[in-house]
């Protein structure tokens, strides 16, 4: 008898952080989501965000572009961030909890904040745990995992479009060799997590051949790592007699794929065309837009996306409040494109990716949380209400959404209601 | 040497230090992506005087052909990076609209642009993430109608005087910036 209070406070403690969501706002912050879903607008107006990492207890951090870390906290309940506070410094895309350890890059380096239990800010100064990768400015950004061997895994990008030398990007441009370039570009590194001052060469080369790829996350019940990979850009600017204004709207795809020990993604030499599914060779290696690459020299995509989406940050949906479909696939933030012009532009989405009983994709995508942008039809990124970048699984299984272009952070709850 | 030297120093740089990025679009002015002046200020630019990359020889105009549409040379070649509408992309490569660069009565620095890349940007082509190829695949003809068409379209006050062929040949064969 005595007991009983204690157990029901217990109960309804269980029950609220269970059952009591939020209140979504009345448009769901613009978003147009699934039956069933509905959303509302955590903070607004913060600085242009990156990715995004939600603690236990519901703290979140989330990565300004060019300045600091975002911490913020919800003291009353209602969802919404009643405390905002920006520390660190530098920039940069990546960021992850590992314990206590808060871990960030910037686009040169990889670093760590203790946290303290109960304490939105942290105390002490970082710790570098990896520095001095390359940084030319293109394809700059170093996301980061954890394996599930509890390694961490680093990207460097290529500061290229299709390594054209002095006229990349431009008609005519020419391929070169890029067997040096490719020794510290193009790839992703493996570190130890908790050793300092780690430099690229201290990393062990873990796969090659991409251009640049600012998706990665591990998957939770293989422990695998996917990536995506952002394909290259204007087809028929380098090589108008081959490729069309269309060809180059709907080309190459922007790549879905297995992180192995060894993979190589084919860049700068070949691209992935979605509408033929099929490697080919590209423009700037002799490629017409019909020449294909040489069989099984490089990964083949599991998922092959609509060109010039942008994908920026994974997060494999390991909570229970959505419906049991969403369980241990992936949801994918794409920024949205520029290179479809003069076509109308596409992306500005979060596309649910289901996984098989074998934590492999499917190959099938589904558009998740749409309306980024605002506006049906859409000439360019400028005119794009918000660009989404960050994803992140809260402890109660929310899904959170970041945005690139004006800082909004969105909550994405399942109501079941369907009006 | 030395100006090989001095050309590494720039490149040294680029690699190393990174500018603050344009500010993001403020909500209710959409097409201000990030004032072009970042990169356009530069009007007599230092570290690019060091530059001195020769352009290319002009490819041939077909004789007796058409005058180039100045219109048609944008939008196959500007504006797949600087957008139709010349704002540019957020971060990745600048808003045209009103360029010092473009606004100069002056055509030569312009055209150096055009002809040269971002190279002789120096410092200031680090606002942007994408540098800018040269272009000097396209004949003095078809350069002085796009330089003409964006003069008109993206100067701060349109300039209506033509750029010609032969103001074209000038920066093309000129070593380096005017």
Known sequence: ????????????????????????????????????????????????????????????????????????????????????????????????????????????????YKLTPGELVPAGAPERIVRDLPNKRQHSAKVFAFGGDGQLYVETGSPSNAYGGAKDRALGAKGEDPTEFLKHHGGYWRFDPDKPDQTQDDGYHFSTGHRHSTTIALNPVSKQLFVAIHGRDQLNTVAPQFYSEEDNAENPSEVFHLLKDGSNFGWPFTYYDPRAKQRKLNPEYGGDGKKLAEPGKYDEPLIGFPAHWAPMQLAFYTGSQFPAKYKNGAFLAFQGSWNRAPKPQKGYKVVFIPFNAQAMPTGDYETFADNFAGKAELASPNDAAHRPNGVAVGPDGSLYVSDSSHGRVWRIIYTGETK | MRRVTGLILILALAACSKQEPPPAVPRDEPHRNAPSERVAAPVSPAPAAKVEITAATPPVAPPGGPAPNGEAIFTATCATCHMADGYGVPYLQPSIKGSAWISNPDPQLLLSLILRGSVILGEGAKAYDNDMAPQDHLSDAEIAAVASYVRLRFAAVPIEKPVTPAEVAVARNRPGLP
Do not use: H, Q
Not at chain 1, 15 to 22: D, E, M, Q
């Open chain 1, 1 to 112: 008898m005595k007991k009983t209070p204690a157990l029901l406070a217990s109960l309804l403690l269980a029950l609220v952080a269970r059952g009591a969501l939020p209140a979504p706002d009345a448009d769901n912050g613009g978003l147009v989501l699934p039956p069933g879903f509905r959303a509302f607008v955590v903070a607004d107006n913060l600085k242009p965000l990156r990715n995004m990492t939600v603690a236990p207890n519901g703290d979140i951090y989330v990565k300004t572009r060019e300045a600091g870390i975002y911490g913020l906290r919800d003291t009353d309940g209602d969802g919404r961030a009643d405390v905002i506070k920006e520390f660190g410094s530098g920039g940069g895309t990546g960021i992850a909890l590992r314990g206590d350890w808060l871990y960030t890059s910037t686009d040169s380096d990889v670093s760590r």
